[in-house]
């Protein structure tokens, strides 16, 4: 499975959206250099399919890459289908996927603005094995356990 990078995202807050960039430094066992989420923690960058973003653009709201908050917007991957402990290559860094899914933050900006918050249902979450450099357009490869 395969597929590739649409947008990399940053905030300085938590419950932001997120800017698209282009592209980032990922740091091992950190996260996006810059990044309000960014840290010593299981949840150190989260993905997010635009095939999810499209199922809520079909219900008429004006929606792009970083509105629910992830760090980077894929496409072309079955997310939901990957496992916890599925290690996915994005340029020369390598992720390992800790968490599918997550709760929501009732108050956080994105349910206030959209009315609704995928991330909870459709977006995964990873820890940074390999840090480097990934950008818009990068290749995305899920590497076999």
């Known amino acids: ?7 990399v995202n940053v905030s300085e807050k938590k419950g932001t959206k997120k800017s698209n960039i282009g592209k980032a430094k990922i740091l091992k066992n950190f996260g996006l250099e810059g990044d309000a ?3 010593n923690w299981h949840r150190q960058v ?4 635009q095939e999810s973003i499209e199922k809520m653009r079909s219900l008429g709201l004006v929606l792009s890459p970083g509105d629910f908050a992830e ?9 939901l289908a990957l496992s916890v402990g599925t290690k996915i290559k994005i340029g020369n860094v390598l992720l390992e996927i800790t968490q599918k899914g997550k709760e929501c933050h009732l108050g956080c900006e994105i349910r206030k603005l959209v009315g609704d ?8 979450f990873a820890k940074v094995l390999e840090g480097g450099e990934i950008q818009v357009g990068d290749k995305i490869e899920v590497q076999e356990k």
Not at 1 to 7: Q, S, Y
Request: hydrophobic share 50%; charged share 15%; glycine share 12%.
């Open 1 to 7: 499975m395969a597929g590739k990078v649409v947008a």
């Open 37 to 39: 989420h960014a840290g």
């Open 46 to 49: 989260s993905l997010l399919a």
């Open 71 to 79: 760090n980077i917007t894929t496409s072309g991957i079955d997310l």
């Open 117 to 124: 918050c995928i991330m909870p249902r459709e977006g995964i």
